[in-house]
């Protein structure tokens, strides 16, 4: 069947998909990675027959038989951005993608990218979310979701669709735009079994609840999705939205990988659906490094080896990958005249251990002056003054070079124009 052909059924492929995913995290690992190391074996064969692939294959000195497990395609090269974006460019254009689905990344990292999906691809990333929604304990087929509008929502303007009718797959959306009051009134109205919005979306509102004393129905689950979310970030959300966090990890581009329940201190992967893997920057397996993930449902126009931006901790436990911490963006860093760097990570400890700060995020305007934008909480025990030596004094204890602070205090600080909000911003 064409493209034009799958787009009409794509609703049934879904529904014929999800049934056929892990709808619970395994004790036993050993079937779900029996099935990932088929669905390996036979992606590198699929991709060998693509150009774009078989020079990278032929380039790395790898034959499709050399790949037989996840680890493997680490034998292959890293597939960066600025790649993806060359390749999926030159193609989207072209007459026989005319049919297919071209989604655009946020841009977050500085360019926007856009990655082409056939329908019959599509139908199994919408299907492997709401697989997400099953293993968290969401019954989608009683349940009722809330979310944020994007520019590939269908039915946005919150008309009940066939289904919806019935009480099957019920969903509202909400303005991410609107007022803070506006949208608490909205998902009080609703009362939506699980919400899912961007982070710093979801941190105005929940901020200014937190700041008013008003009260937000508590979703069973709700997901801050597409940004790194903090130890002091959790505890905001669970002091206002309840205990329900989940964390689901992934990008546009690949879907979501893995997920991060309630009471858990690590990720699991969707090990049928995906390979997540951490490198070193030789592109070897590591314990802590750079994340990179294989979609192993998205065959047509493979991505092997997605290198997503982020650096993550990874522990393997009877040759299954876990997750035990995602460090955040590798290009949030603060810059030193000779070149050397301080990550985000590093100065983590430093905000993570003082409850008093609520959101936080650093503007480098200079190679000695960072200007840093700041939200307090009402019932701080410190004052803005004894906060600002706090981290004048801890923060040049960590950075390699002292630099001088400027404070913005602010209620709440403004997300960036694709609806994120960067810690790091680096102006050098």
Same mark, same amino acid.
């Given at each position: ?44 064969r ?71 999906f056939?329908?019959?691809e ?17 019954n ?16 946005a ?38 919400l ?19 009260k937000?129905?508590?979703p ?32 546009a ?10 009471? &858990? ?9 995906f390979? /997540?893997?951490?490198? +070193?920057?030789? $592109? !070897? #397996? ?15 126009l ?60 650093f ?36 950075? &390699? ?10 209620? /709440?600080?403004?997300? +960036?124009?694709? $609806? !994120? #909000? ?7």
């Amino acid at each position: 069947m064409d493209a034009a052909g799958e787009k009409k059924w794509m609703n049934l492929y879904l529904f014929s998909d999800l049934p056929k995913m892990a709808h619970r995290i395994p004790k036993d690992f050993t079937h779900v990675m029996k099935l990932q190391n088929e669905r390996v074996q036979a992606l590198a064969r699929r991709a060998y027959e693509i150009p774009f692939y078989k020079e990278r294959f032929d380039r790395a000195g790898v034959s499709p038989e050399d790949i037989r497990t996840g680890d493997d395609l680490t034998k292959l090269p890293v597939l960066t951005k600025d790649e993806l974006r060359t390749w999926m460019g030159g193609l989207k254009d072209q007459p026989q993608y005319k049919d297919w689905i071209c989604d655009t990344t946020s841009g977050s990292t500085g360019k926007p990218v856009s990655v082409l999906f056939s329908p019959r691809e599509k139908a199994y990333m919408k299907a492997n979310w709401y697989r997400v929604m099953l293993v968290a304990g969401y019954n989608p087929l009683t349940g009722k979701t809330m979310s944020r509008i994007n520019a590939h929502d269908e039915n946005a303007g919150g008309r009940d669709t066939f289904l919806q009718r019935f009480g099957v797959f019920r969903h509202r959306f909400v303005n991410q735009y609107a007022s803070e009051q506006e949208i608490i009134d909205a998902i009080n109205a609703y009362r939506p079994d699980w919400l899912y919005m961007n982070k710093t979306e979801m941190m105005r509102f929940v901020l200014y609840a937190h700041r008013t004393g008003k009260k937000v129905w508590h979703p069973k689950f709700y997901d801050a999705i597409s940004e790194k979310v903090t130890e002091n970030d959790r505890k905001l959300f669970k002091e206002v939205l309840g205990p329900g966090i989940i964390d689901s990890y992934g990008t546009a581009e690949t879907g979501a990988a893995m997920i991060r329940l309630p009471d &858990k201190d690590y990720y699991v992967v969707h090990n049928d659906s995906f390979v /997540v893997n951490v490198v +070193d920057d030789a $592109g !070897k #397996l590591c314990q802590r490094g750079r994340v990179v993930i294989t979609p192993l449902y998205k065959t047509d126009l493979p991505l092997i080896n997605y290198e997503v931006g982020d650096r993550a901790v990874m522990k393997v436990k009877g040759g299954v990958h876990f997750i035990t911490e995602v460090e955040g963006r590798l290009n949030d860093y603060f810059r030193y005249e000779d070149g050397r760097v301080t990550s985000f990570f590093e100065v983590t400890p430093v905000i993570a251990h003082c409850a008093d700060i609520l959101q936080i995020r650093f503007i480098q305007k200079s190679y000695d002056l960072i200007h840093v934008q700041i939200v307090r909480d009402e019932k701080a025990r410190m004052t803005e003054k004894e906060l600002e030596t706090y981290l004048e004094t801890n923060l040049n204890q960590i950075f &390699k070079k002292p630099f001088r602070f400027e404070f913005e205090w602010m209620k /709440v600080i403004p997300p +960036d124009k694709n $609806g !994120k #909000l960067r810690m790091i911003v680096c102006e050098v």
